[in-house]
T-cell receptor, first 111, second 116 residues
Framework: AQSVTQLDSQVPVFEEAPVELRCNYS??????LFWYVQYPNQGLQLLLK??????LVESINGFEAEFNKSQTSFHLRKPSVHISDTAEYFC?????????FGTGTSLTVIP | NAGVTQTPKFQVLKTGQSMTLQCAQD?????MSWYRQDPGMGLRLIHY???????DQGEVPNGYNVSRSTTEDFPLRLLSAAPSQTSVYFC???????????????FGPGTRLTVL
């Protein structure tokens, strides 16, 4: 089975500051990587994903993540956060059979 | 499209009671799955299905049953509820079957279950 580690359970950051949410995974096979976002009292929504090709992937709302195979990481970054980015963020890995989720990082943007 | 729908949104059970959480999708997705979300533990896979008539166990299947008689529906049954099953339950679906689960999963709004 695969495993996903999100190193920070809570990340407070001031509005317009940059943020990085860390994600590491362990796998002996090729994997596909995802970041999902969950707003309060809602289900999860896909933020971005890496399947193949360019190791840097971007979302439509300014987030980006870079797949680093040697470090088995898929960290999520945004250069300038907004109040509306306050949410829970989950990193996930698929081995082509099942999805495995991290424990989540709660991002709080402070005005 | 309604996407993935779940009913009920909230439920309170007594220990030992049984119930079924409903999940339906109208996107003709082959792959459907059930997760439970608990504080500090992320989402854990309970059961999943790669198509009608095919189901398999995930990470935490004990105490739960599923069936997949149609492409659209994937109900989750709690056989004899226990307080340890207090959680938020999410249903999800995606285009590709489990053998190629590289596609986006679409999640329902969740069912918040409390077992007393």
């Amino acid at each position: 089975a695969q495993s996903v580690t999100q190193l920070d359970s809570q990340v407070p950051v001031f509005e317009e500051a940059p943020v990085e949410l860390r994600c590491n995974y362990s796998s002996s096979v090729s994997v596909y990587l995802f970041w999902y976002v969950q707003y309060p009292n809602q289900g999860l929504q896909l933020l971005l994903k890496y399947l193949s090709g360019s190791t840097l992937v971007e979302s439509i709302n300014g987030f980006e993540a870079e797949f680093n195979k040697s470090q088995t990481s898929f960290h999520l970054r945004k250069p300038s956060v907004h109040i509306s980015d306050t949410a829970e963020y989950f990193c996930a890995v698929s081995d082509g059979n099942q999805f495995y989720f991290g424990t989540g990082t709660s991002l709080t943007v402070i005005p | 499209n309604a996407g993935v729908t779940q009913t009920p949104k909230f439920q309170v059970l007594k220990t030992g009671q049984s119930m079924t959480l409903q999940c339906a999708q109208d996107m003709n997705h082959e792959y459907m799955s059930w997760y439970r979300q608990d504080p500090g533990m992320g989402l854990r896979l309970i059961h999943y299905s790669v198509g009608a008539g095919i189901t398999d166990q995930g990470e935490v299947p004990n105490g739960y049953n599923v069936s997949r008689s149609t492409t659209e529906d994937f109900p989750l049954r709690l056989l004899s509820a226990a307080p340890s099953q207090t959680s938020v339950y999410f249903c999800a679906s995606s285009y590709n079957p489990g053998g190629t689960s590289t596609d986006t999963q679409y999640f329902g709004p969740g069912t918040r279950l409390t077992v007393l």
